[in-house]
């Protein structure tokens, strides 16, 4: 068979309808619509919604674990100490190793975003920017005697003479709580407080008294002293 010139011009033009209409098909994406593969992209929502919101809430507010949108907690935790506990987690503790260096499905890079994130969403307004709130890390260990002190002046009203919970607060003293939160956990809800849960911060709770960052570790020690050991 012999192909004639305009029969040949019509296969060509329908070789090239047939290829153009390819990228129409229902199995194409359209372009633009392309997901990237989750151990590539560094979008922030994204990154947050997969892998914080179920403990830190979806507005950041808090859920099983604390808040990240907290302007007193922001204030104390710098960047490092935030890509520190994303990345590595805190062993002994529910907060897993997100970076893939420490097991987790993250890059460097989407830990960065992550950090880069939470600090331009949530970072302190007007609330924190004024204040001097005792340091993230304690510089000494704390005395659990005089915390026993700090303890009744500071939180027997809310949690009971003996920790076990009063009319404004729950127990603190519970084994299982104890063994699921480390010390720096201890001392940052002292600090920062849980807004989520109604608990104050450093300064409110004796209204006119704020703690200083030694009553905050011999606080801490006190209840450290008490969480079951073995």
């Known amino acids: ?6 029969l040949i011009a019509a ?16 199995e194409q994406p359209l372009q633009g619509a392309m997901v990237l593969p989750p151990d590539t992209t560094t979008d922030f929502n994204v990154l947050y919604g997969v892998n914080c919101a179920g403990c830190h809430g979806a507005d950041g507010k808090g859920d099983a674990a604390r808040g990240l949108a907290d302007p007193v907690f922001l204030r104390i935790a710098d960047d490092t100490t935030l890509r520190s506990v994303t990345g590595s987690g805190v062993p002994g503790t529910a907060m897993p190793a997100f970076a893939k260096t420490s097991g987790g ?8 975003a992550l950090v ?11 609330s924190a920017s004024d204040v001097n709130p005792p340091p993230y890390s304690a510089s000494t260990a704390g005395d659990p005697t005089r915390g026993g002190d ?3 002046t500071f939180c027997s009203r ?3 003479a003996d920790g076990r919970g009063g009319a404004g607060g729950s127990s603190i003293v519970d084994a299982s709580f104890l063994s699921l939160v480390s010390d720096q956990g201890l001392r940052t ?8 849960l109604g608990a104050p911060d450093w300064r409110n709770n004796m209204p006119g008294r704020p703690m200083s960052s030694d009553e905050v570790s011999d606080l801490v020690a006190w209840l450290a002293a008490k969480r079951p050991q073995g």
């Not at 068979?1 to 305009?6: A, E, K, Y």
């Not at 499905?105 to 960065?112: C, M, R, T, V």
């Open 150 to 152: 700090a303890f009744a």
């Open 11 to 26: 296969l060509l033009t329908a070789l090239a309808l047939l290829a153009a209409g390819c990228n129409a098909f229902p």
């Open 189 to 196: 809800t002292v600090i920062a407080g849980r807004p989520d």
């Open 116 to 126: 880069r994130g939470v600090r331009a969403r949530w970072t302190a307004g007007g």
């Open 1 to 6: 068979m012999i192909l004639r010139g305009p």
């Open 105 to 112: 499905p993250l890059s460097d890079e989407q830990i960065d």
């Open 158 to 160: 809310c949690h009971g």
